[in-house]
């Protein structure tokens, strides 16, 4: 079973153009974060978001979290070469074979020069 | 504080023969998640170690094993190697559990 379903799974633009990425579920979690993957490296914490709508910016990405906390989007303004990465999200899980944290597929993002 | 540690970061082995992973987790952190990435399948969970004790284990066979030492870190094996076992091995680190988890740069694994 797949809580978290990713979407697109892949997105390749030039650098400079704006992009959004989504995180959508239909069960309520009491949290979710967004992590960044380089290639060959461990997925990096970028953000937690806790309350329902709302908004955590971190330079140029934005997130936020839906007022119902079923989902959550990822919106990169002016995107670089340096936010090409695989970007994951995930939140508290209670079912025990996946552990702590379900983790979605992830949207893999390729930012061009 | 320093970071999630694994090593070794990249290892080759043939079929059947095993292999031992490292991570130490954060200082303080005593929660140690296992987890085996590969490209078609994402991050797949292998089990979760908390205070020494084992919480929780993924749908993977019995050759995957791992414990915790009373310093919180963490080892995990691998029997007898399979060339699908080839991947990226990831451990993570929380205070508690269904907390954040702050990764390590994980080990990869090619088994020819």
């Known amino acids: 079973t797949q809580l978290l379903e990713q979407s697109p799974q892949f997105l390749s633009i030039q650098e400079g153009e704006n992009l959004t990425v989504y995180c959508n579920s239909s069960s309520v979690f009491s949290s979710l974060q967004w992590y960044r993957q380089e290639p060959g490296e461990g997925p990096v914490l970028l953000v937690t978001?806790?309350?329902?709508?709302e908004v955590k910016k971190l330079k140029r990405l934005t997130f936020q979290f839906g007022d119902a906390r079923k989902d959550s989007s990822l919106h990169i303004t002016a995107a670089q070469p340096g936010d090409t990465g695989l970007y994951l999200c995930a939140g508290p899980y209670y079912g025990g074979s996946q552990g702590n944290l379900i983790f979605g597929k992830g949207t893999k993002l390729s930012v061009k020069p | 504080k320093a970071g999630v540690t694994q090593t070794p970061r990249y290892l080759i082995k043939t079929r059947g023969q095993q292999v031992t992973l490292s991570c130490s987790p954060i200082s303080g952190h005593r929660s140690v998640s296992w987890y085996q990435q590969t490209p078609g399948q994402g991050l797949q969970f292998l089990f979760e170690y908390f205070s020494e004790t084992q919480r929780n284990k993924g749908n993977f066979p019995g050759r995957f094993s791992g414990r915790q030492f009373s310093n919180s870190r963490s080892e995990m094996n691998v029997s007898t190697l399979e060339l699908g076992d080839s991947a990226l091995y990831l451990c993570a680190s929380s205070l508690e559990a269904r907390t954040p988890q702050f990764f390590g740069p994980g080990t990869r694994l090619t088994v020819l």
């Open positions: 978001v806790v309350t329902g709508g």
